[in-house]
């Protein structure tokens, strides 16, 4: 497949993952699209369906070949856990869990947020509790609502 028309399919997937399109992205792949690559902004797409918590999208990336731990964006995004446990989207956090996705991984290259920082900045307790019992460790005592 050439170049262009793989930079198509990575845009139209990261698109169908936004909107939560699980016939299209299941129709993306199947085409060629690869689960890994980013669209001209770095996002991807397994990133994409963790914000909106489309656990069905993840699931099917991740068995296409998606890595759990890839960093989204260039700098705006982060981690495709981050993104679920921003949200609250607790099916999604445990599906991520469940194929690999490292609850102590911090974005931004290791000096952003944890998922568990995340999970914190809401009303998550669900959340919280799944990241704590797969080994997220809790930020310093003194920021810690959990204390």
Known sequence: MNRRRQKKLSKRLVEAATFGD?????????????????????????????????????LCLLEAGALPDTESGRGAEGTPLCAAACWGHTETVRALLARGAD?????DRGRGRSPLEWAMTGPCPETIALLLGAGARPPHRATCPLS
Do not use: F
Request: charged content about 20%; hydrophobic content about 40%.
């Open 103 to 107: 609850p102590r991984l911090r974005e």
């Open 22 to 58: 699980s016939t299209r992205v299941n129709a993306l792949l199947r085409a060629g699209a690869r689960p890994e690559a980013s669209n001209a902004e770095g996002t991807t797409p397994l990133y994409a369906a963790s914000v909106i918590g489309a656990t069905d999208n993840v």
